[in-house]
């Protein structure tokens, strides 16, 4: 049975980012079909921010009418929603509305901003929700929130969506002779050829066909999404009724009181040594945190998001294309797979020590800043065309989101070992890092242009 339940929340978990992040995974093949093109995700970015309204009023709501709002029927809300969006992705993605001079991707847009909605909601519904089950279960959601990242990439990677080759292009150039001056003659020599055509060859990286249409991925997702949304009914099913058997434990424990002799209701349940015991247990299981522990730790969850979740997303293709493309698939695959897997490890190997988890996170810092200092240096970054340069560029990124997703789990345990607020707080700051980190980002990409991309097929950095 506890089996069952961990599979349960690890379900339900998966569902609180899978659909955003599949539908970052299958851009390469959307952007071929849409009006937008590459310019595409600079509109997504801003649209998901704007769905950053939804858990904006759940918080708003539990700081000024704490008790009003359930996450319950929120939860199953926007779970349905999310399917429902999914579906109608499948049929209508690449429907385009003209507007003005030209055509555009309206409905979505339109989608793609319910579709945020329902996981930036998720930050600040979810985990209240996981308050409602006994702390262990915590680790295993966070595990199925990685996994919300690792799956629809596995189902992209399968059906080989932006996966690229090198293809050896042929164009043709006019080729006008000049007069050619001699060093022998000091003389000018006429043209040997009359003026014509010449072939030349460059390489370039083109797409590989799909191996099924975007149709078949969305419906994808609408299952995955589907069986959140199962899953959330059966554990509020369980919840439910492990509610009602502690009700009637109590109303047994008060009858037997109100019966029991008096000798005995004097005497008391435990002897004052053990008694004093179990209070001084309990003491020790919910230690106490000082306000400045409690800000240091709200700061670090929005941090480390603002980093996972905002900056360090917006610049991976930048860091890793000029390696090639199986650096760049395996850094993004490989960086999937440690998040779940690093979940998993911290059910045996937890640490609560803020100063452990404050060295943890300047390392993970650390490998986020080399990842950004190459993006800053594409197309030429170093060691490029090296295998060192892959090698080093793929455990970056799988030991940036080791170290971080550690982090997120053992924040996450603290706060709900504390109270349900605490987890409602915990995420409004992973949304509130996560914006925060997406806009910063923003105009350094697409306005200022502060990154370079590259073509590994035609990149030359001999120089």
Not at 93 to 117: C, D, E, K, Y
Not at 327 to 344: G, I
Not at 363 to 385: E, H, K, R, V
């Amino acid at each position: 049975m506890a089996f069952l339940v961990h599979l349960l929340v690890c379900v339900f978990g998966m569902g609180s980012w899978v659909a955003i992040n599949g539908l970052w995974v299958e851009l390469p093949l959307l952007v071929m079909e849409l009006p937008e093109g590459w310019h595409l995700p600079s509109y997504l970015t801003v649209v998901i921010q704007l769905a950053n309204i939804g858990p904006l009023l759940v918080t708003l709501l539990h700081r000024f009418r704490p008790g009003c709002l359930s996450e319950v029927p929120i939860i199953f809300t926007i779970l349905t929603v999310g399917t429902v969006a999914c579906v109608l992705f499948a049929f209508i993605w690449n429907v385009t509305s003209r507007v003005q001079t030209g055509h555009h991707s309206i409905a979505f847009v339109v989608l793609t901003f319910f579709l945020a909605l329902v996981d930036c909601t998720s930050s600040v519904t979810f985990l209240p929700f996981m308050s409602r089950l006994p702390s262990y279960y915590l680790t295993t959601f966070f595990v199925g929130e990685g996994f919300s990242g690792l799956l629809p990439a596995l189902v992209a990677l399968a059906q080989g969506s932006g996966i690229t080759t090198c293809v050896n292009v042929t164009a043709s150039l006019d080729v006008t002779p000049s007069p050619v001056t001699t060093g022998e003659t000091h003389g000018t020599q006429g043209p040997s050829s009359p003026t014509g055509w010449a072939p030349a060859s460059r390489l370039e990286s083109r797409y590989l066909p799909a191996r099924f249409s975007p149709l078949v991925f969305f419906l994808l997702l609408a299952g995955m999404m589907g069986c959140c949304l199962l899953a959330f009914l059966l554990l509020q099913r369980r919840a439910r009724a492990q509610q009602g058997s502690i009700e009637d434990l109590l109303q047994s424990q008060v009858t037997l009181h109100s019966i029991r002799p008096r000798e005995e209701k004097d005497a008391g349940p435990l002897d004052p040594v053990e008694g004093s015991k179990g209070k001084g247990h309990l003491e020790e299981k919910v230690a106490t945190l000082h306000p400045a522990q409690l800000a240091f730790i709200y700061t670090l969850v929005a941090f480390v998001n603002a980093l996972t979740n905002g900056v360090l997303p917006s610049v991976q293709t930048y860091s890793c294309l000029p390696y090639g493309p199986v650096a760049y698939h395996l850094s993004a695959t490989l960086s999937s797979v440690a998040s779940p897997l690093t979940c998993f490890l911290s059910i045996f190997l937890p640490n609560r020590s803020l100063p452990f988890l404050g060295v943890i996170t300047v390392l993970g810092t650390g490998f986020g800043a080399y990842n950004m200092a190459m993006a800053a240096m594409s197309p030429c970054p170093l060691l490029q065309g090296h295998w060192g340069g892959e090698v080093l560029i793929v455990m970056s990124w799988v030991l940036f989101s080791a170290c971080l997703s550690y982090i997120k789990v053992m924040l996450g345990v603290i706060l709900r070992d504390r109270s349900r607020s605490a987890l409602v707080w915990c995420g409004a700051a992973v949304q509130l890092g996560s914006l925060v980190g997406a806009l910063l980002m923003f105009p350094l990409v697409n306005v200022l242009r502060l990154f370079a991309s590259a073509d590994f097929c035609s990149l030359d950095c001999a120089a």
